[in-house]
């Protein structure tokens, strides 16, 4: 039997020279992966006391989901600035050239409610961290962050310092 990353297409040279594009939409493609996928991810919350399930657009809406279903829990989607119809927070982060800004409504999230982050990949961090930021102003506990694929080299976990994160893929490299 195939491991699930077997099914994950490594594209070399992309974006740029000498980076390996992990590439999720083969993992997608795939019903066998995509099950692996999120039985393997919502396997990393086992045992752990959460009220709703938060992933950022789109890869986290994909994996959240369904595991948000699975457990029998809520799902609050983090969209992109100027996507969501009510009021709303909003928190703006730094990307390698730039800044982008997410939101989320400002009633999604209960003080006290328990949370677990859904999403595909971290690598630098910085998309995941303006959401603990988000999901804590509204007065939430991060209690745990997964992700399908961690790419190590960009040590993004170094901004999640002090919350419990996992992968179910984990790469050296960039």
Do not use: W
Not at 36 to 58: C, F
Not at 74 to 93: D, N, Q, S, W
């Amino acid at each position: 039997m195939k491991k699930l990353e077997d099914y994950v297409r490594n594209i070399p040279d992309f974006p740029e020279e000498g980076i390996v594009f992990r590439d999720v939409t083969s993992v997608l493609q795939d019903k066998d992966s995509l099950k692996m996928s999120i039985d393997q991810m919502q396997a990393l919350l086992d045992g752990k006391d959460i009220d709703v399930i938060v992933g950022p657009e789109s890869r986290g809406f994909i994996f959240g989901v369904p595991i948000a279903y699975n457990l029998n829990k809520a799902f609050v989607p983090v969209r992109k600035k100027g996507k969501l119809p009510c009021e709303t927070i909003e928190m703006e982060y730094a990307l390698e050239y730039g800044t982008a800004t997410i939101e989320m409504h400002k009633d999604a999230i209960k003080p006290g409610q328990k949370v677990a982050i859904v999403d595909d990949l971290i690598a630098t961090g910085g998309t995941i961290e303006a959401i603990t930021k988000l999901i804590e102003s509204l007065g939430g506990i991060v209690v745990k962050i997964i992700f399908l694929m961690e790419l190590e080299g960009l040590h993004g976990r170094d901004k999640l310092k002090g919350y419990d994160v996992d992968a179910v893929i984990k790469y050296e490299g960039k």
